[in-house]
């Protein structure tokens, strides 16, 4: 069946560095990836999402410049968290869809492992 | 005021014991309802939608009340597999169509 792969699965960095989460959807294409963050015993909070071959939309106070994301390939899409700091530290989650959205639709969810980042 | 809310929990149940977890949502034309149950340090996995009607998948029960926006999940038996955290999930329409609203989760834990 269809699986999204997600890499690394754990990343421990020096503040100020930059790291880069990769998501894969393999046997299938995802035009579409969700990109979330989930803080201890918190929600998964909606960062952005992206279209392949377009701009990702980002959600209100995620700032553009610091979370980038590419989606250049419908197989492919990358979160790069900028010059990262303590606050950074999250497990981030990739999810894509297959099928239709709408009313009586029968779209199914696809969720990557997760990375966890520690910022030091 | 949050899209889905949800008590946080911890339950601490002893294995065998029925529990219930509830949650609200606040938008009256969201579309689709699931239950997931997410392990430390995973990602959510689907433990089953929810259906206007009611359904039941073995020990799992879930209800939806459009009227209160309201959600449920009953587990039955418990079991110390059961132990997680279950996220309430609402899947927005019109110009949130596609987009899955998490509660912040109802940890459980089944002791022996």
């Known amino acids: 069946g269809a699986v999204v792969s997600q890499h690394p699965s754990w990343v421990i960095c020096k503040s100020g560095t930059s790291v880069k989460i990769e998501c894969r959807s393999l046997?299938?294409?995802?035009?579409?990836m969700f990109w979330y963050r989930q803080f201890p015993k918190q929600s998964l909070m909606l960062m952005a999402t992206?279209?392949?071959?377009?701009?990702?939309?980002?959600e209100q106070g995620v700032e553009k410049d610091k979370f980038l994301i590419n989606h250049a390939s419908l197989t492919l899409s990358t979160l790069t968290v900028t010059s990262a700091h303590p606050e950074d530290s999250s497990f981030y989650i990739c999810?894509?869809?297959?099928?239709?959205?709408?009313?009586?639709?029968?779209?199914?969810?696809?969720f990557g492992p997760g990375t966890r980042l520690t910022v030091l | 005021r949050k899209e889905v809310e949800q008590d946080p929990g911890p339950f601490n149940v002893p294995e065998g014991a029925t529990v219930a977890f509830n949650c609200t949502y606040s938008n009256s034309a969201s579309q689709s309802f699931f239950w997931y149950r997410q392990d430390c340090r995973k990602e959510p996995k689907l433990l089953m939608s929810?259906?206007?009607s009611g359904n039941e998948d073995g020990r799992f029960t879930a209800q939806l009340n459009r009227a209160s926006q309201y959600i449920s999940l009953l587990i039955r038996d418990s079991k110390l597999s059961d132990s997680a955290t279950y996220l309430c999930?609402?899947?927005?329409?019109?110009?949130?169509?596609?987009?899955?609203?998490f509660g912040r989760g109802t940890q459980l834990t089944v002791w022996p």
């Open positions: 999810r894509t869809t297959t099928g239709t959205s709408g009313v009586g639709g029968t779209d199914t969810q696809y």
């Open positions: 992206s279209n392949e071959g377009s701009k990702a939309t980002y």
């Open positions: 046997d299938f294409q995802a035009t579409t």
């Open positions: 999930v609402v899947k927005g329409r019109g110009s949130t169509l596609g987009r899955l609203y």
């Open positions: 929810v259906y206007s």
